[in-house]
């Protein structure tokens, strides 16, 4: 987990120190340039929970937690991204500057994952007596 951890923060801050430079790669310019590096700097602050809930999700299967590693695989793809990014599209189209609320779902289902993961994980410990 600590690994992870440290991987996913590494490829956060190259993300963010280097959001300009990915828009340049991409050809982007003016406010597509301006939605894309936007867009990085907010999802990139999600990847630490995102590392976790992957980790999560392999100690659950290592663990005979099948389920428990399907359900955060449902939760942070499906079930909590879609209805958090739809309510925040429907805030978005009607004032632009808000956009970052749409970037802002992924942080807010990987942080919602990680506590249901934490909380599956701390189950198990007591069935299995870990």
């Known amino acids: 987990m600590i690994y992870t951890i440290i991987i996913m923060a590494a490829g956060m801050i ?5 959001a300009n430079a990915f828009a340049d790669a991409f050809g982007l310019n003016g406010e597509a340039a301006s939605y894309c590096i936007s867009a990085i700097r907010v999802i990139s602050l999600s990847f630490i929970f995102a590392g976790i809930n992957v980790a999560y999700q392999g100690i659950f ?6 389920l428990q590693s399907l359900v955060l695989s449902i939760l942070r ?4 991204v ?5 309510i925040f599209s429907k805030i978005a189209i009607n004032n632009p500057s808000f956009i970052w609320l749409v970037w802002s779902t992924f942080i807010i289902a990987e942080v919602l994952t990680t506590i249901v993961g934490t909380l599956f994980l701390h189950k198990i410990k007591e069935d299995k007596k870990l």
């Open 14 to 18: 190259a993300l963010l120190i280097f």
């Open 61 to 66: 299967q290592a663990l005979e937690g099948g």
């Open 77 to 80: 793809q499906f079930l909590f």
């Open 82 to 86: 879609l209805p958090i990014a739809y």
